[in-house]
T-cell receptor, first 114, second 112 residues
Framework: EAGVAQSPRYKIIEKRQSVAFWCNPISGHATLYWYQQILGQGPKLLIQFQNNGVVDDSQLPKDRFSAERLKGVDSTLKIQPAKLEDSAVYLC????????????FGEGSRLTVL | DAKTTQPNSMESNEEEPVHLPCNHSTISGTDYIHWYRQLPSQGPEYVIHGLTSNVNNRMASLAIAEDRKSSTLILHRATLRDAAVYYCILRDQETSGSRLTFGEGTQLTVNP
């Protein structure tokens, strides 16, 4: 079974530039999550989708971050404009709607903002 | 979400059992206890979870105290591949749904 796919794995940009990350969840997983993990910290939930609707985006900095999941499958997370403090690993995860206790994470996209 | 407390780091030797503690004195009756681990340069992976009773799976065992204020993740025979950050997470099924709030976890070092 294919896992959660993310791209790009690495991205370096300068502050005030924009960046986008893509995620393809496990087939059949209707719930999709984006987490931000700053070096030395645990992952922090940014946004949760169920199908193409937002369930929780309370911790998403909406002035610069946006995310969409138009067809209820793939998702894109965008940052515009980026700040130095956005340097982190952006993790995508997916799960079944009927939660079994298990989130499946991708390998993450590492962003460096210079 | 109720808070958990874990040691910052622990060491073990290869092929020996490892007991990773987690304190959660403010746990509520509807909080599940989840354990995830994160290997270097990878996303977190599920290890085990439980509510009240001890749980076993192919990866580990979860021992939950009778008062549920603490729990222990047990790796029966550590390997070098078990070196990772281990996160103990409480999830209130009624208020959090499937949302998991990660702390900073315990960095486990396994010595050959």
């Amino acid at each position: 079974e294919a896992g959660v796919a993310q791209s790009p794995r690495y991205k370096i940009i300068e502050k005030r530039q924009s960046v986008a990350f893509w995620c393809n969840p496990i087939s059949g997983h209707a719930t999709l999550y984006w987490y931000q993990q700053i070096l030395g910290q645990g992952p922090k939930l940014l946004i949760q989708f169920q199908n193409n609707g937002v369930v929780d985006d309370s911790q998403l900095p909406k002035d610069r971050f946006s995310a969409e999941r138009l067809k209820g499958v793939d998702s894109t997370l965008k940052i515009q404009p980026a700040k130095l403090e956005d340097s982190a690993v952006y993790l995508c995860a997916s799960s079944l709607v009927k939660f079994t206790g298990e989130l499946f994470f991708g390998e993450g996209s590492r962003l460096t903002v210079l | 979400d109720a808070k958990t407390t874990q040691p910052n780091s622990m060491e073990s030797n290869e092929e020996e059992p490892v007991h990773l503690p987690c304190n959660h004195s403010t746990i509520s009756g509807t909080d599940y206890i989840h354990w995830y681990r994160q290997l270097p340069s990878q996303g977190p992976e599920y290890v085990i979870h439980g509510l009240t009773s001890n749980v076993n799976n192919r990866m580990a065992s979860l021992a939950i105290a009778e008062d549920r204020k603490s729990s222990t993740l047990i790796l029966h025979r550590a390997t070098l591949r078990d070196a990772a950050v281990y996160y103990c997470i409480l999830r209130d099924q009624e208020t959090s749904g499937s949302r998991l709030t990660f702390g900073e976890g315990t960095q486990l070092t396994v010595n050959p």
